[in-house]
């Protein structure tokens, strides 16, 4: 858990852990309150440490493999969208390699481009490099598709790139609108919680949005103060939003097709594994509270937009 003030991160008691040691105090800690895990490709598991991370795994699985392009410092001013043809075309094989290593592992895939953009006006020949990012996401996909797997696209609009270009929703759904038009349709969204309370998106509306069309992927469940990507635990903040948000997921029967719902947090501070099991804990409560709402009753006051009557059946479900 580093930081741009401490590099070594604020809890140097485990900087000289291993990914299997960091595995398996995870999975000691949480047992069953996690089903399966996510890792980024290759700086966190590859095929050489496949293995070991495997045995100190439990039982559990790998749901997902994500792109770690942005912690590689050769792609610091981009990778998939890069304009140098060396550097671009080592991103894509990176990328090409995790999508083929997800699917012999039987795993999806997230791909959350947060180095492609730019910091600064006058720096990026945006059409080019649009162009070279919207072709080498198709390629990925595409080798997804090919393997049987998902592909799901993360976006959020800053850091590390100042200005990523997959930056909102819209142009998410425009990457794979784009793609669909190709062919390509092994491509959904991988709602990031805390990315969008960033951008002033809403969970709720969004998640109804995406799963109308079918692209409602992954979830990626934290909260914070919607000015930085705290990734917080799970209803620190913006409990309302949340708590709509799980309204709308049962709605959409969401994790009736596999789907699952995966804890994306960075507590620098806090017990790693503690944060985790809270959040879960706290979601759960959450998820109750909205399955305790009476839902046809609230349909009946959203057609006609009655926020009161809306609320007095949200607190009701809270037990007031």
Excluded at 5 to 13: H, I, K, S
Excluded at 275 to 294: E, G, N
């Amino acid at each position: 858990m580093v930081t741009r003030f401490v590099p070594g991160g604020y809890q140097p008691q485990w900087a000289g852990e291993t990914m299997p040691d960091r595995v398996g105090r995870a999975v000691e800690g949480l047992g069953d309150l996690i089903d399966d895990y996510e890792f980024h490709y290759p700086q966190e598991l590859s095929e050489e440490n496949l293995d070991a991370v495997r045995a100190v795994l439990g039982g559990h699985g790998i749901y997902a493999v994500a792109t770690g392009t942005h912690l590689t410092p050769a792609y610091g001013k981009g990778g998939l969208s890069s304009p140098q043809d060396d550097i671009r075309d080592a991103a894509l094989a990176e990328g090409l390699h995790a999508a083929d290593f997800a699917a012999s592992i039987g795993a999806q895939m997230i791909l959350w481009p947060g180095i492609e953009g730019y910091n600064y006006p006058f720096q990026t020949p945006y059409r080019d490099s649009w162009a070279r990012f919207v072709d080498a996401v198709g390629e990925i996909a595409a080798r997804c598709q090919e393997r049987g797997i998902m592909l799901f696209l993360e976006h959020k609009n800053s850091e590390p790139a100042m200005k990523i270009f997959m930056r909102n929703v819209g142009m998410t759904l425009h990457v794979i609108h784009t793609l669909r038009a190709r062919g390509i349709t092994s491509v959904k969204v991988n709602m990031d919680w805390q990315h969008l309370l960033m951008n002033g998106e809403s969970l709720a509306e969004y998640a109804a949005l995406l799963a109308a069309e079918g692209l409602l992927g992954h979830q990626h469940a934290n909260s914070g103060w919607g000015t930085f990507d705290d990734d917080n635990m799970v209803g620190a903040t913006a409990f309302m939003e949340t708590l709509e948000l799980a309204v709308e997921l049962r709605r959409a029967s969401y994790g009736e097709n596999g789907e699952r719902l995966g804890f994306d947090l960075y507590p620098y501070t806090e017990d790693a594994v503690e944060a985790v099991k809270r959040s879960v804990l706290q979601w759960r409560f959450i998820d109750s509270v909205a399955a305790k709402i009476d839902d046809a009753a609230l349909r009946e006051a959203q057609q006609r937009k009655d926020a009161v009557r809306a609320y007095e059946l949200v607190y009701a479900a809270l037990g007031a």
